[in-house]
């Protein structure tokens, strides 16, 4: 099958903390977000774009438009691009930035577009398109987790997703409903319906620990879903960090002595 993007090979590394090596033919490109690159062979050459670089002679109005849509979704102005210079195969390797899995997406496979979450996109082959994805409802944009804007890759080349914690991916028939915290949904293919439920119940939804909202995706399609997001692992770190003055949140004076005696705080 002839493909627009840049066919590319890869190698995922790692189990708990992946990165991704991405094998280049002569003049192969991949594009990836900026600050992710590991390490490449010396006949790499990196430059860095605005926009994705998807579509050539665009122009300076094109370029800055493609720019200013990855502002929306709170992501760099620029990304950065790898191309083998060389004669032979070359290689770059790209990292998740915390702990988590990488997801290989084939959009070929899947429709030409895959929506995801506004900052799990980690690299791409040349070719694919890194847009933005407006949520429809009122009631997804304000209570989805991810605000109104999501991310949207679309094109015939492979993509590099990454998530928090372990990854399932799940496939949907028609009528089926599947109901997920809204942090937890990395992406979904493109006939999936997203909607934001309000949790039903007072007592559930002030003390059950799992917000007001959660996700409603309905078939049919594929969704990927992450165990850890990024940002209730903040959460927990935060709250674990010491407070003003050196004591730990939630911990009582004797256990919070004990705790700083064993953790060497106190001189």
């Known amino acids: ?13 790692g189990d708990d903390m992946q990165f991704v090596e991405i094998e280049l033919d002569p003049r192969e490109t991949v594009v990836a977000e900026a600050g992710s690159m590991m390490y490449m062979d ?17 122009g300076l109005f094109g370029s800055l438009l493609g720019a200013g849509k990855r502002l929306l979704t709170g992501e760099s102005l620029f990304m950065t691009v790898f191309t083998n210079a060389g004669n032979g195969k070359r290689h770059v390797a790209l ?14 496979e899947l429709q030409g577009k895959v929506i995801c979450q506004k900052d799990s996109f980690l690299g791409a082959a040349k070719g694919v398109s890194v847009g933005i994805e407006f949520q429809r409802k009122l009631g997804a944009g304000f209570f ?11 094109g015939d080349g492979l993509a590099f997703v990454h998530a928090g914690g372990t990854i399932i991916e799940k496939e949907l028939q028609h009528g089926d409903m599947l109901r997920v915290d809204t942090g937890c949904l990395v992406a979904m293919t493109r006939d999936v319906h997203y909607d934001i439920q309000f949790v039903k119940g007072v007592k559930t939804a002030l003390f059950g620990g799992e917000g007001l909202f959660f996700a409603t995706l309905r078939g049919p399609g594929k969704v990927w879903i992450q165990s850890l997001p990024f940002s209730r692992l903040a959460d927990r ?13 939630g911990e009582g004076s ?6 700083d005696l064993l953790d060497g705080d106190r001189r």
């Open 1 to 13: 099958m002839m493909r627009n993007a840049h066919e590319i090979d890869y190698q995922i590394y």
């Open 42 to 58: 010396q006949a790499i050459e990196m430059e860095t774009i605005f926009g994705d670089g998807s579509q050539e002679n665009r």
């Open 95 to 108: 990292a998740a930035p915390y702990p988590g899995k990488i997801i290989t997406l084939d959009l070929a």
């Open 144 to 154: 989805g987790g991810e605000g109104f804007i999501m991310q949207k890759l679309e």
């Open 237 to 249: 770190i935060y709250a674990a960090a010491p407070q003003t003055g050196g004591q730990r949140k």
């Open 254 to 259: 004797i256990l919070g002595s004990l705790g």
